[in-house]
């Protein structure tokens, strides 16, 4: 392996999402791999919101897109974003919310990459 990165397995809320997540902060401080994980795991596995979306289906993917945006605000390098079907939702929130992470690292000296949402996107 020549190049490792690291999904931190974000198991279910309740049974250790939070922490799951917070994991990506620790792995990157410690050993500077790239991070992230499949978060849209988090919404699947939530049985409240199962129940919830018989009837109102327009808040399942708020929760499924939501939770990649959760995964790159604590510092992931990449989601794994769940069906192909989610990524015309996906791309466009990811997009953003990088957007807004590398405005609020510029003023620090952090220069996103020419292919970055930032400079394709704006």
Known sequence: ?????????VTPLGQGAGPAVRTSYAVKAKWGYP??????????AWDWLRQYKKEHKEAWPVC????????????GDFVLFGPIENSRLAFPA???????????AKD???????????NLLL
Request: with cysteine; aromatic share 2%.
């Open 1 to 9: 392996i020549t190049k490792p990165w690291m999904d931190v397995a």
């Open 35 to 44: 991070v992230g994980s499949g978060i849209h795991n988090v919404p699947s």
């Open 64 to 75: 499924d897109i939501g939770s990649n945006i959760v995964q790159q605000m604590a510092g």
């Open 94 to 104: 990811c997009g953003m919310a990088d957007i807004m992470i590398a405005e609020a």
């Open 108 to 118: 620090i000296g952090t220069e996103p990459i020419e292919a970055h949402p930032l």
